[in-house]
């Protein structure tokens, strides 16, 4: 299905209840595509409730904690100096 951006503005909730029963919006600006909307199965998360259910995979609502960050050596040229080298 195609649809124009004007359109999409004023009937977006029956566009996306389009695409959530699987049909593939294509909007259109001056009659080129621009952008596609697909929707997301009901059962995509499935395996993200397996892996909890099994105990593989935990979530108690905070943020998550991720590593350090890598340490870069001091020694060498920084990126911007490199690229500022390629330039000539």
């Keep these: ?5 004007r359109e ?4 977006l909730s029956r ?8 049909e ?3 909007v259109t600006s001056h009659r080129k595509p621009v952008a596609r909307i697909v929707g997301i199965p009901p059962q995509a998360d499935d395996g993200l ?3 909890m259910a099994d105990g593989a995979l ?3 609502g905070g943020k998550p904690k991720l ?7 001091a020694a060498g040229a920084s ?3 490199m690229v500022l080298e390629d330039r000539g």
């Design 49 to 51: 409730r397996r892996l």
């Design 79 to 81: 990126v911007s100096q």
């Design 67 to 73: 590593a350090a960050p890598v340490a870069l050596p």
């Design 15 to 22: 566009v996306l209840a389009a695409a959530q029963g699987g």
């Design 24 to 26: 593939v919006i294509e």
């Design 1 to 5: 299905m195609d649809i124009a951006i």
């Design 8 to 11: 999409l503005k004023s009937s």
């Design 58 to 60: 935990t979530w108690r």
